[in-house]
């Protein structure tokens, strides 16, 4: 018989289980229930869950349990009209065990839940168009995931989000027509996921820019007539992409230099 690895039966307070006091005892000569397999007051996770699992006409009458475990996987298989009473239980687990079953329109409830593990599965789960009320959640995560999720033309207004990775979300996302104003950002990679997608009618105005791969996308896309001032460039990529591009170098096509540089790139990024 294989178990659970854990080869004791304590309960929930830590005391032995007692199949003999068991209100379900019948089960067990039945083989709905076995010792270190399938236990409704074994402390361990799984085998209460295997216990509803194999029993799930039992699972109604345990949704006020004390074990939060027990509320837990009992919300997995009782009747969905059930659950609902479930999303303020003080328990996280328990308050998402009863929502991935309900329909949607339940987890607008939980969009301020307490415990940033439940509002991020929220954010993954619901409509896009439900999820402007959490932009301003104050967990790093579920606005990244927000930003991810939402409306690229909503994304206006994460621009200036104070995490760094949401507003990386946000230049990789956000509407052609509002890409411009990421160019500004404080952190460098934000402004370069920005200039790697801005038209190279725009490129120009980023050729002062301080860090070298916004300035490298300028002189690998912009017209030439605009990259120019990079052929005396400080970084020798930058400088190296407008010579080729221009005709400076002894191999006219610069595929040598573009080869070279890519290379050069992904080891500096």
């Known amino acids: 018989m294989s178990t659970d690895e854990i080869d004791e039966a304590i309960d929930w307070l830590g005391a032995p289980v007692d199949c003999g006091a068991c209100p379900h005892n019948e089960l067990l000569a039945e083989g709905r229930c076995i010792p270190l397999r399938a236990c409704l007051f074994d402390r361990y996770a799984r085998r209460i869950d295997r216990f509803f699992d194999w029993n799930p006409e039992i699972a109604r009458h345990y949704l006020a349990h004390p074990y939060f475990e027990v509320r837990s996987c009992a919300a997995k298989a009782a009747e969905i009209f059930l659950l609902p009473a479930l999303l303020d239980d003080p ?13 949607d329109r339940y987890l607008l409830k939980l ?9 991020i599965r929220v954010a993954h789960r619901l409509d896009p168009v439900d999820l402007l009320p959490m932009i301003e959640d104050r967990d790093y995560y579920v606005r990244q995931v927000v930003a991810r999720r939402i409306s690229p033309d909503l994304l206006v207004l994460m621009i200036d989000d104070d995490d760094v990775e949401v507003r990386r979300v946000v230049a990789e996302r956000i509407s052609p027509q509002a890409l411009k104003r990421i160019t500004t950002d404080i952190d460098a990679g934000v402004r370069f996921e920005a200039a790697q997608r801005l038209d190279a009618t725009q490129l120009p105005d980023l050729i002062g820019d301080p860090d070298w791969r916004v300035r490298y996308e300028v002189a690998r896309r912009a017209a030439l007539g605009d990259i120019q001032p990079l052929l005396s460039d400080v970084d020798p990529i930058v400088r190296e992409t407008a010579e080729a591009r221009l005709g400076k170098t002894p191999d006219p096509s610069g595929k040598k230099v573009f080869e070279r540089n890519h290379s050069h790139i992904e080891e500096r990024i």
């Open 91 to 103: 328990e996280e687990a328990v308050r998402w065990s009863a929502a991935r079953r309900l329909p």
């Open 111 to 119: 969009r301020n839940d307490p415990h940033r593990e439940v509002r």
